[in-house]
């Protein structure tokens, strides 16, 4: 499986950004996709995830509230909705999909795309 991230940019903090996550090469509705997102010198960090089964979501507490992740299966394609942004969301944010259960834990994942940069200006 191959993904793909797009849709990051520069925003003034309190606006909005979609991601998207495009996903090539396998049956996407067998994966879950989360959001992972890494802050200059900072580790990697759980943002979201939405389930394969159900399309259950999954939120860190930093984000709840503010971002919504959604998939259109038909598409291939899952979205990351940013609403809210503020600086310490600036990061580049990375897509991946997995094939288990453990959503936030991103050792569990299989597949991940490149990372799109994400600056939020105050």
């Known amino acids: 499986v191959q993904l793909q991230a797009s849709g990051g940019g520069l925003v003034q903090a309190g606006g909005s950004l979609r991601l998207s996550c495009v996903a090539s090469?396998?049956?996407?509705?067998?994966?879950?996709v989360g959001w992972f997102r890494q802050a200059p010198g900072k580790e990697r960090e759980f943002v979201s995830a939405?389930?394969?089964?159900?399309?259950?979501?999954y939120y860190a507490d930093s984000v709840k509230g503010r971002f919504a992740i959604s998939r259109d299966n038909a598409k291939n394609t899952v979205y990351l909705q940013m609403n809210s942004l503020k600086s310490e969301d600036t990061a580049v944010y990375y897509c991946?999909?997995?094939?288990?259960?453990?959503?936030?834990?991103?050792?569990?994942?299989?597949?991940w795309g490149q990372g799109t940069l994400v600056t939020v200006s105050s």
């Open positions: 991946a999909a997995s094939g288990s259960y453990f959503y936030r834990m991103s050792s569990r994942y299989d597949y």
């Open positions: 090469g396998g049956i996407f509705s067998n994966y879950a």
């Open positions: 939405i389930a394969r089964s159900d399309s259950s979501t």
